[in-house]
Nanobody, 124 residues
């Protein structure tokens, strides 16, 4: 599957952004999709995940502020980010799990297809 993220940009603290992850190729709707983020010099970290049947999970740092959703008809997964903080600044990546029809996973190694990333910058 090929993935393409969009929607990043510069926003002030307290603002909102919605990221999109458009998938093509294999049956996108059958796969768990995760959002991860990476700050230069740091490891890529889990942000949010949504399963093929729309179960969700979030990192503690974003729970209550970010919402992941999917539109399988459009082959797209969204990450609505509200109440943004400067510490949310990172490059955000979406990825699909290697195996279809599985449940929640927050482990990077379980995801085998990655997009190119979209940069989010939150100013204070």
């Amino acid at each position: 599957v090929q993935l393409a993220e969009s929607g990043g940009g510069l926003v002030q603290a307290g603002g909102s952004l919605r990221l999109s992850c458009a998938g093509s190729g294999r049956s996108f709707g059958a796969y768990t999709v995760g959002w991860f983020r990476q700050v230069p010099g740091q490891e890529r970290e889990f942000v949010a995940v949504i399963t093929w049947n729309s179960d969700t999970d979030y990192a503690a740092a974003v729970k209550g502020r970010f919402t992941i959703s999917r539109d399988n008809a459009e082959n797209t997964v969204y990450l609505q980010m509200d109440s943004l903080k400067p510490e949310d600044t990172a490059v955000y990546y979406c990825a699909t799990h290697a195996i279809p029809l599985l449940g929640i996973s927050t482990t990077l190694a379980d995801f085998d297809s990655w997009g190119q990333g979209t940069r989010v910058t939150v100013s204070s």
